[in-house]
């Protein structure tokens, strides 16, 4: 009686490991993180930018595309929640195909990238914009403290903007995004450079200081 008892437990088990290798992976959207990232590089994290030039809010939708998912209106005059849940939305059926600084930060997609599944506000809640307005941009010619954060290449944060807004007055033309991409790796080597700092296109404390305080870039 033993053996086979012991084919049928073999024959169940192969039976489940073939169904496990059969059903879909476990879907998972992106990481807050990447979102945080994405609205930074889009919008400087603004909900309610509209600055005229045909692309609103946070996720800069243009209108046929925040109303092939759904959304009425205006993006920008929408609530942070309705603007996340769009973003997750369009998402889902294109992956990251629509946002230009989603390519330029280097973010994947993954199992809900263009899976077609319609998300709940339930699914986007986790993104987590709360639409809180930036705090005003600080005079540029004054130098802020440091951070205490060495920023490289795809970081995004409200300091890389203070940077960026600063190298303007050596005629680099930043609009303030504040995500650190190859405009901002040139500035930082420069500045590296004219400065006789070691030239690792990385934005720490002796270069954000040289930014006030150093040798104009050549």
Same mark, same amino acid.
């Given at each position: 009686?033993?053996?086979?008892?012991?084919?049928?437990?073999?024959? *169940? !088990?192969?039976?489940? !490991?073939?169904?496990? =290798?059969? &059903?879909?992976?476990?879907? /998972?959207?992106?990481?807050?993180? &990447? #979102? *945080?990232?994405?609205?930074?590089?889009?919008?400087?994290?603004?909900?309610?930018?509209?600055?005229?030039? @045909? %692309?609103?809010? =946070?996720?800069?939708?243009?209108?046929?595309? +925040?109303?092939?998912?759904?959304?009425?209106?205006?993006?920008?005059?929408?609530?942070?929640?309705?603007?996340?849940?769009? /973003?997750?939305?369009?998402?889902?059926?294109?992956?990251?195909?629509? #946002?230009?600084? /989603?390519?330029?930060?280097?973010?994947?997609?993954? !199992?809900? *990238?263009? &899976?077609?599944?319609?998300?709940?506000? =339930?699914?986007? =809640? %986790?993104?987590?914009?709360?639409?809180?307005?930036?705090?005003?941009?600080?005079?540029?010619?004054?130098?802020?403290? +440091?951070? @205490?954060?060495?920023?490289?290449?795809?970081?995004?944060?409200?300091?890389?903007?203070?940077?960026?807004?600063?190298?303007?007055?050596?005629? %680099?033309?930043?609009?303030?995004?504040?995500? %650190?991409?190859?405009?901002?790796?040139?500035?930082?080597?420069?500045?590296?450079?004219?400065? @006789?700092?070691?030239?690792?296109?990385?934005?720490?404390?002796?270069? #954000?200081?040289?930014? +006030?305080?150093?040798? *104009?870039?050549?």
């Amino acid at each position: 009686m033993g053996r086979p008892i012991r084919r049928i437990c073999a024959l *169940a !088990a192969a039976v489940l !490991a073939l169904q496990l =290798a059969l &059903s879909p992976s476990a879907a /998972a959207d992106p990481p807050s993180n &990447s #979102w *945080a990232k994405l609205r930074m590089c889009e919008s400087s994290g603004r909900y309610h930018i509209n600055t005229g030039n @045909g %692309y609103y809010g =946070a996720y800069q939708f243009d209108l046929p595309t +925040w109303r092939s998912v759904g959304g009425a209106g205006r993006p920008d005059q929408a609530s942070p929640r309705e603007q996340d849940y769009r /973003a997750l939305y369009l998402y889902r059926m294109r992956g990251w195909q629509p #946002w230009e600084c /989603a390519g330029k930060l280097g973010l994947k997609g993954d !199992a809900d *990238a263009k &899976s077609k599944r319609k998300p709940s506000y =339930a699914d986007s =809640a %986790y993104i987590g914009g709360s639409g809180t307005p930036p705090p005003a941009t600080p005079d540029p010619n004054v130098k802020p403290p +440091w951070p @205490g954060v060495v920023y490289a290449y795809g970081d995004c944060a409200p300091p890389l903007k203070t940077f960026q807004l600063r190298m303007n007055a050596f005629g %680099y033309g930043f609009t303030g995004t504040g995500c %650190y991409l190859d405009k901002t790796k040139q500035a930082v080597l420069d500045l590296q450079r004219a400065n @006789g700092i070691n030239d690792s296109g990385r934005l720490g404390p002796k270069t #954000w200081n040289a930014a +006030w305080e150093g040798k *104009a870039p050549r």
